[in-house]
């Protein structure tokens, strides 16, 4: 069922402007992972996890090496990758439903398909009945919940997720990983996720990528069982476990060796 170069990255180089100010982020980093992996990619500030989804994202054209997403060439956005940011970036004037509906509407999509598929994510992100409400009148969790929705909605082969729980509190954080962790479960959707925080790429990820600082390269990919784990829906259980605080240790030192030697 899996194919392994689901999503490819071949030797991808950006670098951001010309001549003697410009800035190399990204160098020759080569990934492959399968459709229905959960990658989390980690690594010091500025070493150029943005930039490297970015170009899955099509917002950026590498300056060297290729994208694609099964098979195809990634040329440029399109709603076969939903893309997910720190700040839920949601229509005010739109109902929850609107915003959750609008990449199918825009498209011009059968009415009464498109209506479903809102009724069934709203139903999956815990958001049905506040369907009528408007963005200002949810937290900040739950807009995050609707951002994810709305991508959701135009039912990508990938969804890009980067940072998207950055801005919340921590229990909030908690919950939503939680929640993001039963949806992939259940979806079996393919998630590139970005992260500052070890502890999340742990629990989430089928895979932590590790990268060095700028130029950005992958210097280590790590599999975890975690998140594939039957037994391991009670999040504090699964995080209080010495296998995963032996897990995140490695990674965390990984990276502050990285930062050291920097
Ligand atoms: N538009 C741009 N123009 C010039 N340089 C840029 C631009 N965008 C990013 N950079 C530089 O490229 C490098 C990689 O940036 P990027 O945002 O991809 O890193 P990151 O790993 O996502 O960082 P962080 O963890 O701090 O969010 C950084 O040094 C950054 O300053």
């Known amino acids: 069922m899996s194919e392994p170069g689901f999503v490819r990255f071949d030797e991808v180089s950006v670098r951001y402007g010309e001549g003697a100010g410009s800035v190399l982020a990204l160098e020759r980093a080569d990934l492959s992972f399968a459709r229905g992996d959960f990658v989390c990619i980690v690594g010091p500030s500025g070493c150029g996890k943005t930039t490297m989804m970015q170009t899955l994202a099509g917002f950026l054209a590498p300056t060297g090496g290729a994208v694609s997403l099964a098979g195809k060439p990634v040329t440029g956005p399109a709603p076969e990758r939903g893309v997910v940011f720190q700040q839920p970036t949601l229509f005010p004037w739109m109902s929850v439903a609107a915003n ?65 729980f950055g801005a919340l509190d921590a229990l909030t954080r908690e919950h939503m990983q939680e929640e993001l962790h039963a949806v992939w479960r259940r979806t079996g959707m393919t998630v590139v996720f970005i992260t500052h925080s070890v502890e999340e790429a742990v629990y989430l990820g089928t895979e932590v990528v590790v990268m060095s600082p700028r130029p950005g390269r992958i210097v280590e990919r ?41």
């Open 100 to 164: 959750a509906g609008f990449g199918p509407r825009m498209r011009g999509e059968n009415p009464a398909e498109a209506k479903a598929r809102v009724e069934r994510w709203l139903r999956t992100t815990g958001l049905w009945e506040f369907r009528d409400r408007y963005p200002y009148e949810l937290s900040g969790g739950m807009q995050q919940r609707l951002a994810i929705a709305r991508a959701l909605c135009n039912e990508p082969l990938v969804l890009l997720m980067d940072e998207p």
């Open 222 to 262: 790590i599999p975890l069982p975690f998140a594939r784990d039957e037994s391991a829906a009670d999040i504090r259980a699964v995080k209080s476990s010495p296998d995963f605080i032996r897990a995140r240790e490695r990674v965390l030192s990984l990276i502050w060796g990285m930062q050291h030697d920097a």
